[in-house]
């Protein structure tokens, strides 16, 4: 069960988020997006203690792409993120809110109703997704870290299992409002806590840690919010496998992605700055 709950919430969060209302499009045709330029590092080590040199942080998010069926055999952002940048920053970590369901053992009859309406998104994900999750919640414990997973209620499983063609929308908005709720939590702990200077990071999709949201998705980030609450002292950091990126209207619209399809596969990291303390990081290529 937990495995189908966790393909749930990663399959809602690789979907295209809900089109905007064609009475909010502007007329006008939008000027053609710049093109950033990406500062190259030979590892992805080098480019994460980059991103976390930029600026004081007390709450770092980190998304990704997550991987779909039939990518298996090209390491995921999970894995890389596990066994190559999560030593960097435990350190400094005091916890690390996983974006991983833990269902109430009551909610059985919920979850299943949620899992039946939901089946056929869950058949899209790579099969490695829950153990890479769990795994990284192992990995960051025996490093130091305190590890927490989501808990939905009852309440909410049946919020989600009555949503019917808002049910993505409606699962989105659930994890950003837990997700919310445990950092805010935890930032405020350590505030609290005589002579603690560590921080917390977030780990899950993409569209939640957004530091400035466009106005369709504003409602499913928690980056806003994080930001606020800790004066400034929030970075958001994505992590891309470039053979995971498509051509797609998805992709298409991201401000990083021109420069990334001038050069597609590079043996270098390479980081965008895609605002103050917005950053993407495209691992190398595979091949």
């Known amino acids: 069960m937990r495995r189908l709950i966790l393909a749930l919430v990663l399959a809602a969060c690789s979907r295209t988020p809900p089109p905007v209302p064609k009475n909010d499009v502007p007329d006008a045709t939008p000027a053609p997006p710049k093109v950033l330029t990406p500062q190259r590092f030979a590892t992805a080590s080098e480019a994460f203690r980059f991103v976390l040199a930029s600026a004081p942080a007390d709450v770092i998010a980190i998304g990704e792409a997550h991987a779909q069926r039939g990518t298996e055999t090209i390491a995921s952002s999970t894995k890389r993120f596990t066994e190559t940048l999560l030593p960097l920053v435990a350190p400094r970590a005091s916890d690390v809110v996983v974006e991983l369901w833990a269902p109430d053992p009551k909610c059985t009859k919920e979850v299943k109703a949620v899992a039946s309406a939901q ?119 994505d992590l891309i496998v470039p053979e995971f990126v498509k051509k797609s209207p998805t992709w298409e619209k991201l401000p990083w992605y021109p420069a990334f399809e001038a050069e597609p596969a590079s043996d270098k990291t390479r980081v965008f700055t895609t605002g103050p303390r917005s950053f993407v990081l495209v691992f190398p290529s595979s091949g």
């Open 119 to 237: 089946r056929p998104v869950v058949e899209a994900q790579a099969e490695t997704n829950q153990n890479e999750y769990l795994t990284l919640g192992t990995r960051a414990k025996a490093a130091g870290m305190t590890p927490w997973l989501l808990r939905p209620t009852c309440d909410d499983f049946a919020m989600l299992a009555d949503a019917g063609d808002d049910a993505v929308a409606a699962m989105l908005g659930l994890v950003k409002r837990l997700t919310q709720t445990k950092l805010t939590q935890l930032y405020q702990r350590n505030r609290q806590e005589a002579g603690t200077t560590k921080l917390v990071l977030a780990y899950g999709g993409a569209l939640h840690n957004d530091l400035a949201p466009p106005e369709a998705t504003r409602e499913f980030s928690f980056g806003p919010e994080l930001d606020q609450l800790t004066g400034g002292r929030y970075i958001e950091l």
